[in-house]
T-cell receptor, first 114, second 110 residues
Framework: KAGVTQTPRYLIKTRGQQVTLSCSPI?????VSWYQQTPGQGLQFLFEYFSETQRNKGNFPGRFSGRQFSNSRSEMNVSTLELGDSALYLC?????????????FGPGTRLTVL | GQQVMQIPQYQHVQEGEDFTTYCNSSTTLSNIQWYKQRPGGHPVFLIQLVKSGEVKKQKRLTFQFGEAKKNSSLHITATQTTDVGTYFCAPDRYGNKLVFGAGTILRVKS
């Protein structure tokens, strides 16, 4: 099976702009989670989607949003970008929502905000 | 909320030396997962521990889950340059969120 794919891999934006990142999970996986990784804060959970519904949300401002489509593909959107949003955004998929399910990460999208 | 502490933050070892990272929780866990992230890469699942006192081995890597299920460790015997990266623990989901430890960065001098 193909792994988790994320597009684009790299992105440069300026403050105030908005950005949309895309994630295609492993075939058959219905859960998609998003994480922000920065050197200072480590891996921070953003949100999780399962069957097109947001199931959990981390402690991020409302500028961060997401959605999931019927084919399980997911997008996350960040509006009104700030310098501090520069980070590696990782998407992870898993088959279900059992706490023993393994998460498989995509390669990430490296976002730079200037 | 659930707190997890991972130590050390950083370790620089000579190739051939052993390495251990620890993950400590303030609450009892139902399970814990370990991930490795190579420099410039993404986290890759290594193993999951579920049972109290469980020990699992993967070649030179030994994973342990404490008897009280509040701590876990990852031990690498005779490190190699290919072991370089950041090792994360991820205890069971709190509110069904996968919470990661801060990670231990391992550097290996050859």
């Amino acid at each position: 099976k193909a792994g988790v794919t994320q597009t684009p891999r790299y992105l440069i934006k300026t403050r105030g702009q908005q950005v949309t990142l895309s994630c295609s999970p492993i075939s058959g996986h219905r859960s998609v989670s998003w994480y922000q990784q920065t050197p200072g804060q480590g891996l921070q959970f953003l949100f999780e989607y399962f069957s097109e519904t947001q199931r959990n949300k981390g402690n991020f401002p409302g500028r961060f949003s997401g959605r999931q489509f019927s084919n399980s593909r997911s997008e996350m959107n960040v509006s009104t970008l700030e310098l501090g949003d520069s980070a590696l955004y990782l998407c992870a998929s898993r088959e279900g929502r059992a706490n023993t399910d393994t998460q498989y990460f995509g390669p990430g999208t490296r976002l730079t905000v200037l | 909320g659930q707190q997890v502490m991972q130590i050390p933050q950083y370790q620089h070892v000579q190739e051939g030396e052993d390495f251990t990272t620890y993950c400590n929780s303030s609450t009892t866990l139902s399970n814990i997962q370990w991930y490795k992230q190579r420099p410039g890469g993404h986290p890759v699942f290594l193993i999951q521990l579920v049972k109290s006192g469980e020990v699992k081995k993967q070649k030179r890597l030994t994973f342990q889950f404490g008897e009280a299920k509040k701590n876990s460790s990852l031990h690498i015997t005779a490190t190699q340059t290919t072991d370089v990266g950041t090792y994360f623990c991820a205890p069971d989901r709190y509110g069904n969120k996968l919470v990661f430890g801060a990670g231990t960065i391992l550097r290996v001098k050859s």
